[in-house]
């Protein structure tokens, strides 16, 4: 049994001292140093430049980027380029395909409907002149599509408004869209201009038994 005399009182503390000034207990390790002023104003520094690096960032991702060929650059794919100058439909469904907004049977039959069919028969009912006329009907069609590319991949308004290039040209505008789908399609898939091609089904092979 302990004797009374191993009870030790505990330190006295002055009136005008707080708890936390008061030395740590003895056994519990050496106290941490505070922090240095040079160490405080580096961490400062540190977290100002991430704050900056982070707004250019945004800065630069906010701003909308270039197209990745010119409007008049259709030698650049001649594929592309005499699908979309003898077959603008088929070409302008694909656009619409690979951008979900349309299917491909879709999209090509109403391109066809306000381009060809119409600007024929403008063509025939006023002996010519009001050729120009149904290019308003396929512009308003098509800058909605234009559109939807440009919000898409953050991408100028160039090289005038969506309407506008359209109206003035747009069998460029569509060859210009189907090259900057294939260059900044990434993991997805381009769309392929080559028609799909339809194979019979293999005959039906009988077996027949032969008599006994």
Same mark, same amino acid.
């Given at each position: 049994? &302990?004797?009374? /005399?191993?009870? !030790? ?6 009136? =005008? ?9 003895? =056994?519990?390790?050496?106290? +941490?140093?505070? @922090? +240095? @002023? ?9 977290? +100002? ?5 982070? %707004?250019? %960032? ?25 699908? =979309? ?8 469904? &694909? /656009? ?9 049977? =879709? ?11 119409? /600007? ?8 010519? $002149?009001?050729?120009? $006329? ?19 991949? /953050? ?48 005959? !039906?092979?009988?077996?027949?038994? +032969?008599? !006994?």
């Amino acid at each position: 049994m &302990k004797s009374r /005399n191993a009870y !030790v009182p505990p330190p006295y503390i002055p009136l =005008g001292q707080s708890d936390q000034e008061l030395p740590p207990p003895a =056994g519990d390790g050496p106290a +941490s140093p505070p @922090q +240095s @002023q040079s160490q405080s104003q580096s961490q400062s520094q540190s977290q +100002s430049q991430s704050q900056s690096q982070s %707004q250019s %960032q945004s800065q630069s991702q906010s701003q909308p980027r270039q197209w990745s060929s010119g409007i008049c650059a259709c030698c650049d794919d001649m594929q592309s380029c005499c699908i =979309g100058l003898f077959f603008p439909c088929f070409l302008f469904g &694909k /656009n619409a395909q690979f951008m979900g907004s349309g299917t491909l049977v =879709g999209s090509c039959l109403t391109h066809f409907i306000l381009w060809a069919f119409a /600007n024929t028969f403008c063509c025939m009912l006023t002996q010519g $002149l009001f050729l120009g $006329l149904p290019g308003c009907f396929v512009s308003c069609y098509a800058c909605g599509y234009r559109r939807a590319l440009r919000a898409r991949y /953050n991408l100028q308004e160039a090289p005038c408004g969506d309407l506008a290039t359209h109206f003035f040209c747009h069998l460029c505008a569509i060859c210009q869209e189907y090259r900057e789908i294939r260059e900044r399609a990434g993991d997805c898939e381009p769309p392929d201009l080559k028609l799909g091609v339809v194979t019979a089904a293999p005959a !039906v092979q009988t077996m027949e038994s +032969s008599a !006994v």
